[in-house]
Nanobody
Framework: QVQLVESGGGLVQAGGSLRLSCAAS????????VGWYRQAPGKQRELVAR???????MYAEYVKGRFTISRHNARNTVYLQMNSLTVEDTAVYYC?????????WGQGTQVTVSS
């Protein structure tokens, strides 16, 4: 069983930065794709960034050039560095791990950007 625990969310002013972390339990982290999604109030959950085990990292258009996903396999952790935040980035951010067509989700961490 895989558990994902996000941290690093909070309140930040527009133009500021935050770094989210997601720690995974279990032994499949290094052979799994990882990603970050977000859900704003009244909206569907949407992709922010995905990093497969091999291949190209994907970013949503609205975060390209501002957000960076990275992973540290020895620590079973995936990160999301968020810069130049805007009020439109306010949402609950969820960590995702995908292995053998099975997806795991964290509980989410709130990011609020004030103007």
């Amino acid at each position: 069983q895989v558990q994902l625990v996000e941290s690093g969310g909070g309140l930040v002013q527009a133009g500021g930065s935050l770094r989210l972390s997601c720690a995974a339990s279990g032994s499949i982290f290094s052979i799994s794709g990882v990603g970050w999604y977000r859900q704003a109030p009244g909206k569907q959950r949407e992709l922010v960034a995905r990093m497969p085990t091999t291949g190209t990292t994907m970013y949503a258009e609205y975060v390209k050039g501002r957000f960076t996903i990275s992973r540290h396999n020895a620590r079973n952790t995936v990160y999301l560095q968020m810069n130049s935040l805007t009020v439109e980035d306010t949402a609950v951010y969820y960590c995702n791990l995908r292995y053998s067509n099975v997806e795991y989700w964290g509980q989410g961490t709130q990011v609020t950007v004030s103007s």
